[in-house]
């Protein structure tokens, strides 16, 4: 036996207690008090635990003022053909009235329960805001869900996973980073599985993998972005031993691991929100038009006890996951929204101390989400992110690739965004898809209906664009494999029998897919060029809607000098050329064709004379770089 303290952070609520019982126990016992420290505002309780495993919940008596009580539905009218004019429109005023109504009565009904004392004596029992594990005991009601503790050696742990490969290999620095993400369970399932795929992720040739929300959520299926449990890791997923294991194993062949984090907002029964909502949230969202769910207030800060509560807990959480399970990084969701800089400068800076802390990884990368993207959100222009999602890259190019719509100042905008004001490489992560979009290979059949090979060039052209332009590069799961399913929040597995062999070659164009991904991300990877902040845009010919520009960079090693220089040349129009002259070339001398078996082409008096330039096609020239016979490239 030794002794372990509970402890719960509810300053202002007038009583707590805890329900404690072994897990092979069917119920919990008496509740047991707990006991407020007036000084730091605490609950807390200490108990004598034998090693083993527990079942936990906290109950306070509460201080939220509202239940969830949505607005009912303008009903439908459909004009009655035996009625005039002026009687239909007598119906439909009486329907909006009646609707009126009810909204009012909604209304008062809270402002009642806001008003009302006796409300505030209502005891809630809800799990840990800080507990590891969390059982959900098979039902979306978060009263009836517990917290797990595990006890062992006279010491609470989280599990009993060793870690081996930290500084096993390098990671990639943020402006090498070749970003892929990922939704556990569309991808394979669970967490296990996921690390069984690693051979997968090995070849595709990525250097991190971008996870969408892994936090306990409500349910079993879902994209993770109402989290309830900010330290517990989504038990549909697997558990926290096998998430070690694939961060681990991902850091073993040098792939980093970003997680998506979601602190602008949580699920509506989140803990908190039974304890106290207005000391944790704001009372109202802050725009009803994109609210997911009670909004975290990082502008509150409680003068009594010194702290600003919502802000010291999700500070507490991302410590956490970078202590306990040795993440490289963070996506911010819906960072427009959070809309407090400061705390997110803070909350970035914190982070990367901490990863610093721990020893190994070079970088730690700090990526927003701001729709629509903003520059002043990146460090080089005084922002809180190390970068952002390119949301406006993703649009231009859409618009060129899907709908013919080449705006030839806007497309370089994007390609070359120091056109638009960003300084580093780093500073933006360009997609032609993600989570939140159909891939552009659906956006293609659905808008236009241009499938098969006719869409999957216009895809490629779409990739390699994204590889070549400043900026990093970011790839959804599936794009790659030619997958065409709509996004949805539902399930939505990837069709690996897309690559499979096939005995009659059936999905030979999959295959063709995956490979020119492969063989872009490797020139992404081996070219220097590609990973610093020179680009030109040499020649362009509206008419013929073709668009060149080069890549380089400024190192002198004699060495390395054919990997220094890279000239991409698109040809959005619906037209093949036979023979196109390319003028205003940077270098005479041989220059290869990276995706055409290294063809070898010779420019003289700066001239490129481009052979069979495909429509809606890319073309990727490489100075002084010859094919190494085992090369697998396309």
């Known amino acids: 036996m030794a002794p372990y303290t509970f402890e719960l952070f509810a300053p202002y609520n007038k009583q707590a207690g805890l329900r404690l019982k072994n897990a092979n126990a069917r119920m919990f016992g008496l509740d047991i008090p707990m006991e407020l420290n007036p000084d730091d505002g605490y609950w807390r309780v200490t108990l004598d635990l034998a090693d083993g495993i527990y079942h936990y919940q906290f109950k306070v008596v509460t201080r939220s003022w509202f239940e969830v009580e949505p607005e009912p539905a303008l009903p439908d009218y459909i004009d009655d053909e035996t009625k005039s004019v002026d009687e239909n429109e007598q119906i439909r005023k009486t329907y909006r009235e009646e609707h009126e109504k009810l909204v009012q009565q909604v209304k008062e009904r809270n402002q009642k329960r806001e008003e009302e004392i006796t409300f505030t004596e209502v005891w809630y029992t809800f799990v840990d805001p800080y507990a590891t ?88 299926i879902g994209w993770g972005y109402t989290p309830r449990y900010y330290f517990a890791v989504e038990s549909a997923y697997g558990t926290t031993a096998e998430l070690k294991e694939m961060i681990d194993t991902f850091h073993k062949h040098g792939i980093r691991v970003i997680m998506d984090g979601v602190y602008n907002h949580c699920d509506v029964s989140a803990p908190y929100t039974a304890i106290d909502h207005d000391y944790w949230f704001h009372h109202e969202p802050k725009d009803p038009k994109y609210c997911w769910g009670p909004e975290w207030n990082y502008g509150k800060f409680d003068e009594k006890f010194q702290v600003w509560p919502a802000r010291k807990y999700i500070a507490d959480s991302v410590q956490y996951f970078i202590n306990e399970f040795h993440t490289d990084g963070i996506r911010f969701d819906a960072a427009t929204q959070i809309n407090n800089d400061e705390f997110l400068r803070i909350l970035s800076q914190q982070a990367k101390q901490q990863a610093r802390v721990r020893g190994y990884a070079p970088d730690f990368f700090c990526v927003g ?257 010859k094919r190494c016979e085992d090369d697998q490239r396309s």
């Open 133 to 220: 594990e969390v059982d959900e005991r098979g039902s979306d009601d978060a009263f009836r869900s517990v917290g797990i503790l595990i006890f062992k050696n006279g010491k609470r742990i989280v599990d009993e996973y060793e870690w081996k490969y930290d500084n096993y290999v390098p990671l990639a620095g943020n402006d090498k980073l070749i970003i892929y993400e990922i939704h556990i369970g569309d991808f394979q399932d669970r967490f296990k599985d996921v690390t069984e795929k690693m051979e997968y992720f090995v070849s595709l040739g990525i250097t991190a993998v971008e996870i969408m929300p892994i936090k306990e959520y409500p349910g079993q």
């Open 369 to 625: 989400e701001y729709l629509p993207d903003r520059i002043e959100s990146v460090l080089s222009n005084g922002g809180p992110m190390d970068g952002l999602w390119h949301d406006s890259f993703y649009w231009k190019l859409r618009d060129a690739i899907v709908f013919d719509a080449v705006n030839w100042n806007e497309l370089k905008d994007v390609i070359d965004s120091r056109r638009q004001g960003y300084r580093n490489l780093v500073d933006i992560v360009n997609y032609q898809s993600n989570h939140d979009h159909d891939r552009l290979l659906v956006e293609l059949g659905k808008e236009r209906q241009i499938f098969d090979r006719d869409a999957f060039h216009r895809v490629r052209l779409g990739l390699a664009i994204q590889a070549t332009a400043f900026g990093l590069m970011m790839i959804w799961m599936g794009e790659e494999i030619g997958e065409y399913k709509e996004k949805t929040p539902g399930v939505a597995k990837l069709d690996w029998s897309l690559i499979e062999d096939r005995e009659d070659n059936s999905n030979s164009i999959n295959r063709e897919h995956l490979q020119y991904y492969k063989d872009v991300i490797q020139l992404r990877k081996r070219n220097a060029a590609l990973t610093t902040p020179n680009l030109d845009f040499i020649y362009e010919h509206t008419d013929n809607q073709i668009l060149v520009w080069y890549r380089w960079n400024n190192e002198t090693d004699k060495s390395r000098i054919q990997e220094n220089h890279v000239v991409v040349v698109c040809n959005w129009s619906s037209q093949t050329y036979e023979k196109y002259e390319i003028f205003n070339m940077p270098r005479n001398g041989h220059w290869y064709e990276w995706l055409n078996n290294d063809k070898e082409y010779l420019v003289e008096h700066n001239k490129l004379i481009v052979e069979n330039l495909m429509d809606h096609s890319a073309r990727i020239f490489v100075y002084e770089l």
